[in-house]
């Protein structure tokens, strides 16, 4: 599983079901953990130290900012190599019920692991605080590791030109999809390539459209401007390149299961 085709998993895509626990864990002295099945998939970031790991049967070293994925009912047992360890972890399950659902690898040496640190501390952070709606939120967050995640192994996977293929592109919806339209043509065409040929990549990549994938940007960008300031729906479905009010409310009850003005409400 250390290296995985993700254009077998681009009709497919992933929900997130629950979290079950964020926690942090610092040990100074050595330690075992025995072989049990896991009841959660499981993500451990690491902060200090090192250790091995075994994974059904396939055991790898586990060093300082490296980050380990363990599927739920996976084989599992670790022990220390060096103290003191630091590491925080995400219990959580995914809505679909096949392990093979899920295209990532058990170990990821990460190319940034400072943008990974700071997602764990910001996703801990909400899960301990526990403010309203912070079930939701760690759910964002949790989606945006994964995003990442995937990203890390495309970059240092054999796709890597698929993604130089579309990088184009991906830079400039980063920079402007909160303006009111992105033409998927147009954006075919900043790579030099067909629109059917830079959805197929695209989907291979991020396992989604890119209109659902501008949407998600949009409608979390919508979260924070609900959160953090008194603009009006209409306002901020504006900002965030919806021109039409209607579908801004109707996709934004369609991701989190409420309009905007019954989310603001309950905040």
Same mark, same amino acid.
């Given at each position: 599983?250390?290296?995985?085709?993700?254009?077998?998993?681009?009709?497919?895509?992933?929900?997130?079901?629950?979290?079950? !626990?964020?926690?942090?864990?610092?040990?100074? !002295?050595?330690?075992? =953990?025995?072989?049990?099945?896991?009841?959660?998939?499981?993500?451990? *970031?690491?902060?200090?130290?090192?250790?091995?790991?075994?994974? @059904?049967?396939? %055991?790898?070293?586990?060093?300082? =900012?490296?980050?380990?994925?363990?599927?739920?009912?996976?084989?599992?047992?670790?022990?220390?190599?060096?103290?003191?360890? !630091? =590491?925080?972890?995400?219990?959580? @399950?995914?809505?679909?019920?096949?392990?093979?659902? &899920?295209?990532?690898?058990?170990?990821?040496?990460?190319?940034?692991?400072?943008? *990974?640190?700071?997602?764990? #501390?910001?996703?801990?952070?909400?899960?301990?605080?526990?403010?309203?709606? &912070?079930?939701?939120?760690?759910? /964002?967050?949790?989606? #945006?590791?994964?995003?990442? /995640?995937?990203?890390?192994? /495309?970059?240092?996977?054999? /796709?890597?030109?698929?993604?130089?293929?579309?990088?184009?592109?991906?830079?400039?919806? #980063?920079?402007? &999809?909160?303006?009111? &339209?992105?033409?998927?043509?147009?954006?075919?065409?900043? !790579?030099?390539?067909?629109?059917?040929? *830079?959805?197929?990549?695209?989907?291979?990549?991020?396992?989604?459209?890119?209109?659902?994938?501008?949407?998600?940007?949009?409608? #979390?960008?919508?979260?924070?401007?609900?959160?953090?300031?008194?603009?009006?729906?209409?306002?901020?479905?504006?900002?965030?390149?919806?021109? @039409? %009010?209607?579908?801004?409310?109707?996709? *934004?009850?369609?991701?989190?299961?409420?309009?905007?003005?019954?989310?603001?409400?309950?905040?």
């Amino acid at each position: 599983m250390s290296k995985v085709n993700l254009t077998e998993y681009a009709e497919s895509d992933i929900t997130i079901r629950d979290i079950n !626990c964020i926690y942090i864990q610092r040990m100074t !002295c050595a330690w075992k =953990h025995t072989s049990t099945f896991e009841s959660y998939h499981r993500l451990v *970031f690491i902060g200090e130290g090192d250790f091995t790991a075994s994974i @059904d049967g396939q %055991t790898m070293h586990v060093k300082k =900012h490296d980050l380990l994925y363990i599927p739920k009912n996976a084989r599992y047992q670790s022990s220390s190599l060096s103290v003191p360890f !630091c =590491h925080t972890t995400i219990l959580f @399950d995914f809505a679909q019920s096949d392990r093979n659902s &899920y295209p990532f690898s058990y170990l990821y040496t990460l190319k940034s692991p400072e943008k *990974f640190m700071q997602m764990f #501390d910001d996703i801990l952070n909400v899960w301990l605080y526990r403010s309203f709606g &912070y079930k939701l939120k760690t759910k /964002m967050l949790l989606y #945006d590791i994964l995003r990442n /995640m995937l990203m890390e192994q /495309m970059i240092q996977g054999n /796709m890597l030109h698929s993604y130089n293929t579309i990088q184009a592109a991906m830079q400039f919806i #980063d920079r402007n &999809y909160d303006k009111e &339209y992105i033409n998927v043509e147009e954006l075919a065409k900043m !790579c030099g390539i067909t629109p059917t040929h *830079f959805t197929r990549v695209f989907k291979g990549i991020y396992m989604t459209t890119p209109v659902k994938y501008i949407n998600k940007l949009r409608i #979390d960008r919508a979260i924070e401007l609900l959160e953090h300031t008194t603009l009006t729906v209409n306002e901020i479905a504006e900002q965030t390149g919806f021109s @039409d %009010t209607s579908y801004f409310s109707k996709m *934004f009850k369609k991701l989190l299961g409420k309009s905007p003005l019954h989310y603001r409400q309950e905040m």
